[in-house]
């Protein structure tokens, strides 16, 4: 079909499919909520290196600056809100037009936009584990001790996936089958992570839509039906007003 490459254009072809659709969000959808994206020109990589702060060796060899870091990174999410994008996404899944959210993103906004079926592919920030017993605790604010240590003694580490080690291949196996039998919108993502970055592909070789919501050109640009050149936060607030006014009486 042809779409006009437009936000009602985008919405129109989230609708023709029918409610199989799953997004895959990125750190561009929480831009908009205060929280710094990875890649871009103000990201998070531009003032840190990243063997120094997420990475497991970085943290057996300094886990009190790994923390530091971590307790401010989680200081920004628990003061963040969840923005029109998350909104909307939670809205689409409300309407049965999106099935679930795969998010390479650790913060917890899509759940507290109200969004339901949501698979993490690198852990939560707001949840700390074991290092040696394994077990795994909430969140609610920064730790006041750093490094926390667990009840059992040891150390306590951020239950997020960092560069080196595997996803969790729960997460991963089950998002590979989504993105395998339905459409997928990518949202606010650089598209180099793998396995993450792979996912669209699963879907367009079953013949399904892959849509894109960016400011930038990414790898998946090319492979795109509908790629709308905007921040996700300005595409999916016009959606939202779109969502929200069909819900008026």
Known sequence: MHVENTVEGLLELIKSCNGELVALTGAGISADSGIPTFRGKDGLWNKYRPEELATPEAFRKDPVLVWKWYAWRMNLVFNAEPNDAHIALALLERKGLLKAIVTQNVDNLHERAGSRNVIHLHGRIDEVRCTGCGRVG???????????????????????????????????????????????????????????????YYAKKAGKTVIEVNPEITPLSDLADLSIRQRAGDAFRQIRAILEAGDSP
């Open 138 to 200: 909430r969140l609610e604010k920064a730790p006041e001790t750093i490094p926390p240590l667990c009840g059992c003694g040891a150390l306590m580490r951020p239950n997020v996936v960092w560069f080196g080690e595997p996803l969790p291949a729960e997460a991963l196996n089950l998002a590979v089958e989504l993105c395998s039998q339905n459409s997928v919108i990518v949202i606010g993502t650089s598209a180099v992570v793998y396995p993450a970055a792979q996912l669209p």
